[in-house]
């Protein structure tokens, strides 16, 4: 096994040696070359960056949603075209399938009152009592031995359970829209006062069973009655020593049991809730290829269109699917429509992953890449007889419905979109009669891990106390025809005051806008602490782990933060604010839709 490895790799380097001088001319060449290339292009993002004007963000009121969702005829995508809801925002309704939870959230309850009294009668009941209730009460000057003792060392012993305890009760009374889970054990902090804490939680606002890590760093004081007591506690993700090192732990572990040779079990390193995994699952054995059961959309006239149209398309797919009990075949690739790109023209080759929780769908949904499953099929049919190649049944046109499949047996049903638009969406086949059949499974599409990272990155910053308000201006501001007063209402002036009334000042304010000039809301600033999207700007640039991870997903070239990303991480950090002022209805009476639509 060693020597198979050492051996190309060896024979590699005496090449290198021997064509040294030109390989490293090259590569200097190249480097230069790449480095220009590199640095025109971010001149021009720049630029593109400046004049760029972002759609909407898809803030919808719940019954127009309603509307637009439960609208299976007709359903027109041009009222709205950048709605991107995604599972996660939309509450299942009753005819909904039961979200289906995964073991994750039934392993660890969240750490409320009830759960902390309890950890805390357990210690009691550990350790001899420091003091005993009826000391405390008259505790004034009364010297008691290990609690003083410590307090006059000045010393803190972080992994003492009674700090977490004191942390965890901060936590809860101070963050009372988050749900605190896996608590670490506290380490040290930077001074001897301190202490490094991290711990897993969820907004409870939130609808995914998703979440995030944070590590806060806590200055901590004994009090008289000796119990601990936070005194000051450091901001989002300021406890650096208690952030875990992935790339440590499992090295150090891999070392020791390799010493003493097989060992006892190592305790398991959950990751679960920190490194994304959206590898592409591969079908496991060809050899069972034609056992399987696929329902495979070739491309249709979607292609391209708004992201709305995708999901609703996407959804209506996977839907006739799981009707069918059949694995469907995705594309990951998707083509995002000009209103979302900084160019201006639709751009291919976006990855699914980009902008959804593939992790996620691979969990609650039967799916395979469409690449390894062609792969395979040809695989299958080339190395069998005819009379066993794999049986396709090809339906070429919407009208055959789901139910008229439903008693199918050929291993791969094709959908084929040839006809011309509009006949060929995908979403076609969920009209009508089977619009009563199949429910389009909302819960399996949720946005992109990475970008709600950067989403939760944004509100923990603001320590999730901030207010939010949507401010909708670009096209439809400029269109006096159809929002006669939109303009006025949103501007700066008329903002001040409107936003008085609403908004306590020096509050926190996220705005969320497609407002392209950062400068727009400066009169604001005097009232409010002002946060817009652009301030966070570090959160996808090249020093960032989405840079890091979407540029591995794309064979290693830089992937762009475009407007339907703007638009969503925007979306989720306004639902994220205690208080919402919603553009329409809120800023400005004119309609959402345009003049007579409310
Ligand atoms: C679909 O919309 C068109 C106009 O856009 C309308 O004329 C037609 O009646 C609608 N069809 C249904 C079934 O609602
Ligand atoms: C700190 O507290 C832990 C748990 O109570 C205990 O095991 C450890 O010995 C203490 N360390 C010091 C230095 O007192
Ligand atoms: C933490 O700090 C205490 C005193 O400040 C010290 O005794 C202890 O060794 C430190 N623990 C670690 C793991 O560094
Ligand atoms: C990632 O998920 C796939 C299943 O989709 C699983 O087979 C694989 O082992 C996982 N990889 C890691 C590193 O957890
Ligand atoms: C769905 O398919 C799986 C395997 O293909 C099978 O085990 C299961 O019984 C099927 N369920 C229904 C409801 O047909
Ligand atoms: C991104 O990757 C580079 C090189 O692999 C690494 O040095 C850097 O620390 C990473 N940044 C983040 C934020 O993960
Ligand atoms: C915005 O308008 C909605 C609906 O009229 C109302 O319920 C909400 O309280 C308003 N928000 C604020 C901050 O006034």
Redesign the pocket.
Known sequence: MKDSHSHPSSSAAAATTAAEPIAQNMIKLISNLCFSVFVFSVLIFTVIAITYQPPDPWLQSAPALTTLFTQSENATFHIDTSIIKTGEDISPSPQDPPLPFPSQSAAAPAVTEAVIEKAEERIANLTPPLASPADSDDAVGVVRGPCADAAAAGTLNCSDPRVLIAVERFNLRTFKSIAFFDYQTPVNGSTADECDVAWRFRNKREKSWRKYRDFRRFKLQLTDDCKYKVVHAGRWHSGSNARRNPALRPRNEGARSGANGKGKALPKISNRDDEINDTIPTLGSAINFRNGKYLYYSRGGDYCKGMNHYMWSFLCGLGEAMFLNRTFVMDLSVCLAATYNPSHKDEEGKDFRYYFDFEHLKEVASIVEEGEFVRDWKKWDKTHLKRNKVPVRKVVTHKVTPMQLKKDKSTIIWRQFDAPEPENYWYRVCEGEAAKYIQRPWHALWKSKRLMNIVTEISGRMDWDFDAVHVVRGEKAQNKELWPHLDYDTSPDVLVEKLKG??QPQRNLYIATNEPFYNYFDKLRPNYKVHLLDDYKELWGTTSEWYNETTLLNNGKPVEFDGYMRAAVDTEVFYRGK????TF??LTKDCKDGVNTC
Not at 579 to 582: A, K, L, N, S, Y
């Open positions: 609403m908004i208080t919402h002022v919603e209805y809120n």
